[in-house]
């Protein structure tokens, strides 16, 4: 079967296969009676590329030292020699006979053949190619594992010296094939762990030095130092050996084209998962039942279900779930030997093997109900937006069987959901939400009831599903903004921990004192690195808004760098501090170091954005004048150290502010808008050093009034000048993609309509209340009263029906959008129906080839408008993120539009093999496509809906979102 993980393929496949499709076209037409035309031209076309490549193919063949490829590739080419033969004789009987029954068997044995054959000399070549960047990436590998064999500096210039070429060209090889790639995630991921290895590469070295230095040095006695020093190499080059590997694992990739996200993963693992627990209980019984034994119809059955082994094992991870696999596998040797022995002569080693897979079956079934149990496990790699989108299909159809995945994904937003919300300080606040999302969790048990209630009319049970995604969407919205709250409060300045951890093995000396200052700063850093890791992976997964589908693994990746980086440039500071002046010791503690910031620089940079730069700055604001009453009272108290942090603790918040706004002003091409935030960072800018001013002469005087009065003007003119700022980035559309997180009083009004459950969130103020403008209260725009078009016309998908499920939830995603004056929810709209239609002939139903090739081309056309409105919208949006943005995600639907032609064309020249595993396969892989379309479209318009909102105010480009009034009350806009 086709693959297109590369450009190179997809070219070449894709002018044979529109060659391809206009014979299977016309052969078609000739079945229905009409004579056959002369095909001397495209059946030349058509051998002319084969006989190229099959020259190529031999030349390459003869000169390879790749023997697997020597051994592949001529069965590859004699099969397009054979489908060229094909080709020719179908047309010397068409000459004499046009409709020539020969003729046309052959021409159908001739456009399967080139198909297969071209597509598996392409993957055979590409495949060679690949094993030899591989080689230089082991090359690589084998190279960190002799370190040991380093004695001293001259054999570690040698090291050097042989590394780096074997180095330079992995590195060459790899960022060749990345650009090669067809699938921008695995671009994405080859470049990072490339860059990895890259930076890696120079703390790598000065650990070797370090451990050289510390093994020659007679004063050593410290054999701590020794280990640490040992510990840091090792662990570099396990980092090292790690980031190889996964290139190594991508490079080997051939279907990452698929692009499913983690959820949809996750809900094919989980489904294959039930499969396979009802074919067990089949073939338990078959095994059990000795007149079955001659039964054919239930040994077709057992065969079937091997095939379905083949599929759950693809599925898994073979590092880790070995045993699982290695239980899978046994169970298929066994099965297949019984199938080939008389299981009707109940002989002795029958009734083993039947008691061994019995047995088997029943220890696997436990594993994987341990692996659909551990639902913490389960759930992780899914944000709550992508749970909560599983749990409205689930509360659209709840009927439906869905093997539980809609409530399941319900019941960890709850779980998870009470687990971040341990994090909220104040208890009362806590509590009362506590009771809110218990309250959520018993109307989920109403709802199953009532669901499972015949009698009930679907209104009520339509009714009930609003209330439950109306809590969800609130407690996702709560809990994104109580980490937006925490993260302000506590990491205004993510690399302070390292910094102050720096400056002690600056100034160290071999002193008692300096090693105790150390010892505290490095536990405050290890103590920061756990807590901000914490916080920033549960604020991704809480967020609704993410850039990319990587974008949370990669927080996940960064996150897991960090802490792992974290113990051991603690070791080395510590090496440092005890050989104070040393420039190796100090380089390897900097180095690492600098490693440590670039990925924090990182995580803020993805953190910023994925974060609403005004929700942040209001958590900044309230924690900035909770901070304004502490120093009240720190004031009665006369404690002037709490003055100082506390005005620290605001200047670093205002840097903060400052910084996210000059984010802001970069990103955006909108000068009214850029010209605003320049004028109110100025005023902020202004203000600082004179708010700093009076807290020092306050601090100093506590008693004196007139110092708490220029304290108190100045404070307030500081939090005049952030509510400027704030109002300055306002986005006052509150429906963008962007993650906006209302004021409390909104949030609590919200609340109150949940059986008065009111929670308030307000600060306990003193007497000493300073002057400061109100937080931002949203309010929800009146929508024109328009007549709704028909929702209910789109065909209900059925679960054997995987393409009219992807087409359903598209159309019920963008349907939530009025067509009138939005171009590209029109078109949208087309493709899927026509992806209904595609589902249609994929299945069977009204089987034509005709048909499902101009389907396709039509929804390679409707997707190239998609793409064309969508560039449109970026080139005119003034928001630099939201345009990139789009423009990636739409990047990916030409070449999905493309294979989508070519495996159309490749399902149609299966006529007289309906049923074959070629067959089963080309429909498997027509229908993974059309899923990644219907995906990649749903991206693109949510992007677009954003990008929208910051359009050029002289743009052309006239798109009206206007909301349905049944989606209008959904708190977070996601259906």
């Known amino acids: 079967m086709p693959v297109f993980h590369t450009k190179t393929i997809e070219s070449i496949l894709e002018p044979i296969a529109q060659q391809i499709s206009k014979l299977v076209i016309l052969n078609e037409e000739a079945d229905n009676g009409s004579p056959m035309p002369d095909l001397s031209l495209p059946l030349q076309v058509v051998q002319q590329a084969a006989e190229n490549l099959i020259k190529v193919g031999h030349q390459t063949c003869e000169t390879t030292e790749d023997s697997l490829m020597q051994n592949e590739l001529p069965h590859a080419l004699n099969q397009v020699k054979n489908a060229c033969e094909a080709l020719e004789m179908a047309l010397v009987n068409f000459k ?151 290139i190594i694992k991508v490079l080997k990739l051939t279907s990452f084209d698929r692009n499913l996200s983690d959820h949809e993963n996750f809900i094919l693992l989980k489904n294959e998962i039930n499969n396979f627990e009802s074919n067990s209980k089949k073939i338990i019984e078959w095994l059990s039942n000795k007149n079955l034994a001659n039964d054919s119809r239930e040994v077709k059955d057992v065969q079937k279900i091997l095939e379905n082994f083949d599929t759950l094992m693809e599925k898994l991870d073979q590092n880790e779930n070995k045993k699982l696999y290695d239980l899978l596998k046994n169970c298929q040797s066994v099965i297949k030997n019984l199938l080939n022995s008389e299981k009707n002569e109940n002989n002795k080693m029958g009734e083993n093997s039947s008691e061994f897979l019995s047995n088997q079956l029943n220890e696997i079934m436990n594993y994987l109900d341990e692996i659909n149990s551990a639902s913490d496990k389960s759930w992780s790699c899914l944000t709550f937006i992508e749970r909560l989108e599983l749990t409205l299909k689930w509360l659209r159809n709840p009927t439906k069987d869905d093997f539980q995945i809609g409530e399941l994904a319900a019941r960890s937003i709850i779980h998870d959901s009470k687990k971040i919300l341990s994090k909220e300080t104040n208890i009362d606040d806590r509590l009362n939400f506590e009771k809110f999302i218990d309250r959520c969790d018993y109307m989920i048990d109403e709802f199953i009831n009532l669901s499972n209630d015949i009698k009930l009319d679907r209104i009520t049970v339509k009714s009930a599903a609003k209330k439950i995604q109306d809590s969800l969407s609130f407690i996702i919205k709560r809990i994104n903004r109580l980490m937006i709250q925490i993260f302000a409060d506590q990491f205004y300045d993510m690399s302070a921990p390292l910094h102050k951890l720096n400056e002690i093995v600056q100034k160290s000396s071999s002193d008692q004192i300096i090693e105790e200052k150390f010892n505290e700063a490095s536990i405050d850093f290890l103590d920061q690195s756990e807590k901000l890791c914490e916080i920033t992976s549960n604020l991704s997964l809480s967020t609704n808004y993410v850039k990319t589908r990587n974008t949370t693994d990669r927080i996940n990746r960064l996150t897991k760098r960090i802490k792992e980086l974290s113990p051991q440039i603690v070791n080395s500071g510590y090496t440092a501090i005890k050989f104070p002046g040393d420039s190796n010791f100090d380089e390897n503690f900097q180095l690492l170091s600098k490693k440590w910031e670039t990925n924090i620089s990182t995580l803020q940079k993805v953190i910023d954005d994925i974060i609403d730069s005004e929700s942040f700055i209001i958590a900044c604001e309230k924690s900035i004048i909770k901070k304004t009453y502490e120093t009240q009272d720190a004031v009665l108290e006369k404690n002037s150290s709490v003055i100082v942090n506390n005005a620290l603790s605001i200047a670093q918040k205002v840097n903060r502010i400052l910084k996210i706004t000059s984010h802001e002003i970069e990103n955006s091409e909108d000068k009214i808008f850029v010209d605003r935030i320049l004028i109110s960072n100025d005023k902020l800018r202004k203000s600082l050093p004179y708010f700093i001013h009076s807290a020092k002469s306050l601090a100093l005087d506590p008693n004196n009034k007139e110092n708490y009065l220029i304290w108190a003007s100045s404070n307030e003119q500081l939090i005049d000048a952030i509510a400027a700022v704030r109002e300055s980035i306002s986005n006052n559309d509150n429906d963008t993609n962007r993650s906006f997180i209302s004021n409390d009083d909104y949030l609590n009004s919200y609340l109150t309509q949940f059986d008065d459950l009111r929670i308030n969130e307000e600060f306990s103020f003193n007497s000493h209340q300073p002057k400061y403008k109100p937080l931002p209260v949203s309010r929800p725009t009146p929508l024109p009263d328009l007549i709704e078009e028909n929702e209910n016309e789109f065909p209900e998908p059925q679960n054997n029906q995987p393409i009219l499920m992807a087409a359903h939830d598209l159309h019920y995603s963008i349907n939530q959008w009025y067509t009138t004056d939005n171009d590209i929810i029109a078109v949208a709209k087309r493709i899927t129906f026509l992806m209904a239609k595609l589902s249609e002939l994929v299945r069977g139903q009204n089987r034509s080839n005709k048909k499902l090739i101009d389907t396709s081309k039509q929804l390679y056309d409707e997707s190239l408008e998609i793409c064309r409105l969508a560039r449109l919208i970026a080139e005119d949006c003034t928001d630099k993120r939201m345009k990139l943005n789009l423009l990636q995600i739409c990047e990916r639907i030409p070449t999905i539009g493309t294979q989508l032609k070519i495996l159309s064309t490749v399902k149609a020249t299966m006529l007289g093999f309906q049923g074959s595993k070629e067959d089963a396969e080309a429909t498997e892989m027509l229908i993974i496509n059309a899923q990644n379309l219907n995906s990649s479209i749903k991206e693109t318009i949510r992007a677009a809906k954003s990008a929208s909102i910051k359009l050029k105010t002289d743009t052309a480009l006239k798109y009206k979102w206007i909301r349905k009034k049944s989606f209008e009350s959904n708190i977070l806009g996601i259906v």
Do not use: W
């Open 96 to 246: 004499s006979d046009s409709k020539s029954p020969f003729g046309k068997r052959k021409l159908v044995e001739g456009e399967r053949g080139i198909l297969q054959g071209i597509s598996a000399i392409l993957f055979i070549l590409d495949q060679s190619q690949v094993r030899k960047i591989i080689n230089s990436c082991e090359q690589v590998i084998e190279y960190l594992s002799i370190t040991e064999l380093i004695e001293k500096t001259e054999d570690l210039v040698t090291y050097i010296k042989n590394l780096t070429p074997v180095l330079a060209k992995m590195t060459r090889e790899v960022d060749s094939r990345e650009k090669e790639l067809t699938n921008s995630t695995s671009r994405e991921i080859l470049c990072e762990h490339l860059e990895q290895v890259k930076n890696l590469i120079p703390s790598f070295i000065s650990s070797i030095k370090v451990v050289l230095i510390l093994n020659s040095s007679i004063e050593t006695n410290d054999k701590q130092l020794i280990y640490f020093a040992v510990e840091n190499k090792d662990f570099l080059i396990k980092q090292l050996t790690y980031e190889i590997n996964e």
